[in-house]
């Protein structure tokens, strides 16, 4: 599966219903996520409206990765309000089967050039722990651990440690 071709392209409101089916799938296929095999608790108009609003915004992005017409990965950007608007909180996930061929870069470098062009300065993930694929990944790109949050989620009676990590993109001296 890793030698077909995938497309990075920005999500519209036409692509919700598909991408809260990714979502349970997702949810199904890692513990790695804030959210199992129910997915996201929105309804379909609750997503378009949400994918309208984002469309053109310098705030916040969603990326797809499709093959085939089939949703692989997503990431996601979210400027922060008010004395955090320089900062934005960095999300993506990948369909089991695409891990490895190249989907996560691609979304990460989307997201990371969306940021750049809109005037972000930091980019804040959270990635459990024990995710050194996701981690790898991350560090690539220049992020680095800022701490560990313990016991960040509970999944069936087990705590499950996070780290936060943070991307600088514009380091200036005030």
């Known amino acids: 599966m890793n ?16 991408l809260l089916e990714y979502l349970k799938i997702v949810g199904g ?4 996520l804030s959210f199992g095999a129910e997915g996201v608790p929105l309804s379909v108009e609750a997503e378009q409206d949400y994918l309208r609003a984002q469309y053109g915004s310098t705030d916040n ?18 400027r922060k309000a008010n004395r955090m608007r320089h900062r934005g ?8 089967a695409w891990w490895g061929c190249g989907a996560a870069s691609a979304l990460t470098e989307a997201i990371l ?6 005037g972000f300065e930091q980019l804040d993930l959270e990635v459990r722990s024990s995710n050194a694929r ?32 943070n991307l600088e993109l514009n380091a200036t001296a005030d």
């Open 61 to 78: 992005a969603q990326y797809l990765s499709n093959a085939d017409g089939e949703i692989i990965g997503t990431a996601s950007l979210n």
């Open 134 to 165: 996701a981690i790898r990944l991350y560090e690539k790109y220049g992020f680095r651990k800022l701490c560990t949050f313990p016991h960040f989620f509970k999944i069936h009676g087990e705590y499950v440690d996070f780290d936060l990590m």
């Open 113 to 118: 050039s969306f940021a750049r062009e809109n």
């Open 29 to 32: 296929e890692t513990e790695n």
């Open 3 to 18: 030698d077909r071709l995938f497309v990075i392209e920005r999500a519209r409101a036409e692509d919700a219903a598909q």
């Open 89 to 96: 909180v960095f999300g993506i996930s990948l369909k089991k």
